[in-house]
């Protein structure tokens, strides 16, 4: 049972688009989003998170939109350039433990010049 | 900076034969996780630990052994490797173990191919 929900697969954007990565949940309890990346041969890193009080979360070019009714969350890339092209986990907790983070099979970005 | 170091990178074992994944940090953190990650699956907890000469049971804990002789060390055992475990293992590292809003600290990887 697949708790955190990732899609497009795969996504391709040309460089300058905004590249828009969904993610749904099915657990209520869950009450923290982190976004990971992952470049090829490197570990996940955090890139960025929002809690559930929260609607919306920015970053610079990234942003998360939270609708907690719908328990769905979207990150968008404005302004993708080639280096945002990487492998994006959604994930969620609730705030009882760290290990019950739930990842999502993740995105895989491809930004085209 | 923050820093999980795994190894090996890469490692071809046998069908019944023993694995053992290694995993230091430098963090000072006391959480240490061993996740797997399987195309179309994304990241899935096998085994973790919040204090030294303690472990405990992921998502996927079947087929897998954890040892933590060290606040630095956490190892990933395989005592008798199966096709099905061909995988990539990520170690990762946390300071806020039980509390939300916590960050993941991940390893490079290791790739398993069991033949």
């Known amino acids: 049972q697949q708790q955190v929900r990732q899609s497009p697969q795969s996504l391709t954007v040309w460089e300058g688009e905004t590249a828009i990565l969904n993610c749904s949940y099915e657990?209520?309890?869950?009450?923290?989003f982190p976004w990971y990346q992952q470049f090829p041969g490197e570990g996940p890193a955090l890139l960025i998170s929002?809690?559930?009080?929260?609607d919306k979360k920015e970053d610079g070019r990234f942003t998360i939109f939270f609708n907690k009714r719908e328990k769905k969350l979207s990150l968008h890339i404005t302004d993708s350039q080639p280096g945002d092209s990487a492998t994006y986990f959604c994930?969620?907790?609730?705030?009882?433990?760290?290990?019950?983070?739930?990842f999502g099979a993740g995105t895989k970005l491809t930004i085209k010049p | 900076e923050a820093a999980v170091t795994q190894s090996p990178r890469s490692k071809v074992a046998v069908t019944g034969g023993k694995v053992t994944l290694s995993c230091h940090q430098t963090?000072?953190?006391?959480?240490m996780y061993w996740y797997r990650q399987d195309t179309g699956h994304g990241l899935r907890l096998i085994h973790y630990?919040?204090?030294?000469?303690?472990?405990e049971k992921g998502d996927i804990p079947d087929g897998y052994k954890a040892s933590r002789p060290s606040q630095e060390n956490f190892s990933l055992i395989l005592e008798l490797a199966s096709l099905s475990q061909t995988a990539v293992y990520f170690c990762?590292?946390?300071?806020?173990?039980?509390?939300?809003?916590?960050?993941?600290?991940f390893g490079a990887g290791t790739r398993l191919s069991v033949l």
């Open positions: 990762a590292s946390s300071d806020l173990g039980g509390r939300s809003q916590n960050t993941l600290y």
């Open positions: 657990d209520s309890t869950f009450n923290y």
């Open positions: 929002i809690s559930s009080v929260s």
């Open positions: 994930a969620a907790s609730a705030s009882y433990g760290n290990e019950k983070i739930t």
């Open positions: 963090n000072n953190h006391d959480y």
């Open positions: 630990s919040y204090v030294a000469d303690s472990t």
